[in-house]
């Protein structure tokens, strides 16, 4: 295992409009996603380098919530310090409360009625020049995103144009369906010419919670589909990204979204998060989380005097199946790059892997040659793969997870925390591999969110995919083995998002236009998936539209 810093310290922080490029437009054919960032071309590497400085001195201000396009700061504050190294302080931000809360639905819920009556073609345009100020500011963002989150630069690069694509697949999706107005059939009524239409309307004031994962991505889709459909946002990112959302608030300012259509608030769950969720004038709700809150927002939704749209992504328990007739460097490849990509911080993440008898030793042996390459540092730095996790706890978690597996298990590679040298103020975890658990163990069922991998043995793949569909979640899964048998796995398979033979991936990578991303059972509620060509219907409502003449 190698481990590396970067000593550079930081200072104070400013709004990040700096110079972006263009992925499309300067790197000739390269079009980056989350399989395709693993060789990127140099110029993105030198982009994001050229970045990093000036993202650095700027660390430290206040900054406020954007209410109506306008800074709006509270009496209390919060810091954003990065787990890189928590002496960092990346920016202080507004503790919001119930009256916050109240602003900025108030200022959504006055934007509506003048939002909805603009042409869709006109909302097309205006997300999709959101999309052009935050792709202008790519590297500057990645870098910030690097700081907040601790995902290393491609991860970071991957985020924040995932995000940019999100808003152009939401807009692609309107065009496509020419605003969601169908003319239907004509009754035949003698002496009348009927005109039927059904057409999809929007609901009101949209709240949108994101999560730490992918500040980005998880802020912009469900924004753009929400504004692009006609709603007006409420935002509220998790409090230890609040940073960046900030920052990419500031792209939809500035790319003319009008006041009050677009407001972002920080703040804690209590009282914050609450007072929105309590507010009669939400109209609708994108959340994503945790399952136990997302469930909390499910069933509080019914204390209303009717039902609220939600669309809720609340992880995953996911597992990677390998077949004995696999190919080996393929899977290995895939579940270590799933696995361990974000330091095992995506709900997308393969922490359990099924392997047929045959070939389950080779596949583990093959799996900790990759896993010892991997390095552990500043994420910043180019050849660092694995960045810290988000948190305190997260770090603390691992440490339990750590200690219950090397007791009822054996624990193959990794399973400390780092503490040496630059590494000690950070929340660094080592890659790790663990094998030999009883399976009525609680953690192949529990959603653990850090770089950890199980593994098991099985003698067919019948029980391979019986194990995989034990859980409540059915978010993502991988497959490696022949067509035929991929052709049963999609069959028996309970998830959303289905991979086979993904060597850049097992279970994770999903990208607008090419996959959707959406959860079946405890990992969703709308069997629609973010990125596809239904999302744009959780954002919408029917109307049936009828003239007699």
């Not at 590494?423 to 969110?449: I, N």
């Not at 019948?462 to 978010?475: H, I, M, P, S, T």
């Not at 959707?516 to 049936?544: A, I, M, N």
Request: aromatic share 10%.
């Amino acid at each position: 295992m190698v481990y590396h810093a970067d000593t550079i310290s930081t200072r104070s922080c400013i709004a990040v409009r700096g110079r972006g490029f263009k992925t499309e437009a300067n790197m000739s054919q390269f079009k980056l996603t989350y399989a395709t960032m693993f060789d990127p071309p140099e110029q993105m590497h030198a982009s994001y380098e050229a970045a990093i400085p000036g993202v650095r001195q700027c660390l430290g201000r206040s900054m406020g919530m954007l209410i109506n396009n306008q800074d709006h700061f509270c009496r209390d504050t919060f810091e954003n310090r990065s787990p890189i190294n928590i002496d960092w302080v990346l920016a202080r931000l507004p503790q919001g409360a119930a009256t916050d809360a109240g602003l900025a639905v108030a200022a959504a819920k006055h934007a509506f009625p003048k939002w909805n009556a603009v042409k869709w073609q006109d909302r097309v345009r205006i997300v999709r020049q959101v999309a052009e100020v935050i792709e202008s500011r790519l590297y500057e963002l990645a870098a910030a995103t690097t700081l907040n989150v601790g995902k290393n630069r491609l991860e970071s690069l991957g985020d924040i144009q995932e995000a940019v694509d999100l808003l152009r697949a939401v807009c692609n999706s309107m065009e496509q369906n020419n605003g969601y107005k169908m003319k239907m059939g004509s009754e035949p009524i003698p002496g009348h010419v009927v005109h039927n239409f059904s057409v999809m309307r929007p609901y009101g004031v949209w709240l949108v919670i994101s999560p730490f994962n992918f500040p980005a991505s998880l802020t912009c889709g469900p924004a753009g589909a929400a504004l692009v459909s006609g709603n007006t946002v409420v935002t509220k990112p998790s409090v230890e990204t609040a940073w960046i959302v900030r920052l990419l608030s500031e792209c939809f300012r500035d790319a003319g979204v009008p006041d009050g259509v677009f407001n972002f608030v920080t703040g804690q769950n209590e009282p914050l998060g609450q007072a929105l969720l309590d507010n009669t004038d939400i109209a609708g709700i994108t959340f994503t989380g945790s399952y136990a809150v997302g469930m909390k927002i499910y069933r509080e939704n019914s204390r209303f005097r009717y039902p609220r749209p939600l669309v809720l992504e609340m992880g995953g328990k996911n597992a990677a199946i390998v077949s004995a007739k696999a190919d080996i460097e393929r899977a290995a490849r895939g579940i270590v790059r799933s696995g361990f990509g974000a330091q095992g911080q995506k709900c997308s993440a393969p922490s359990r892997v099924y392997a047929e008898r045959a070939i389950y030793d080779k596949l583990v042996e093959r799996i900790l040659e990759l896993t010892k390459s991997l390095v552990v540092g500043d994420p910043t730095e180019r050849n660092v793969y694995l960045g810290p996790v988000i948190r305190e706890r997260s770090y603390s978690n691992f440490k339990d997870y750590c200690a219950q597996l090397s007791h009822a298990g054996k624990i193959v590679f990794g399973g400390h925390t780092v503490t040496t040298g630059a590494l000690a103020k950070g929340y660094y975890c080592e890659p790790t591999v663990v094998v030999e658990v009883p399976r009525e163990h609680p953690l192949w069922r529990h959603e653990m969110f850090v770089p950890l991998i199980m593994f098991d043995r099985v003698d067919s793949l019948d029980e391979a995919f019986r194990l995989a569909n034990c859980v409540d979640y059915g978010l993502a899964g991988g497959f490696f083995g022949t067509r035929e048998e991929a052709e049963t796995y999609f069959e028996q398979i309970e998830v959303g998002v289905a991979y086979v033979n993904r060597p850049q991936g097992a279970s994770t990578g999903a990208w607008p236009g090419y996959q959707s991303f959406g959860g079946w059972k405890g990992s969703g509620c709308t069997g629609k998936g973010s990125g596809g060509p239904y999302y744009l219907l959780s954002y919408l409502r029917e109307q049936s539209q009828t003239v007699v003449d």
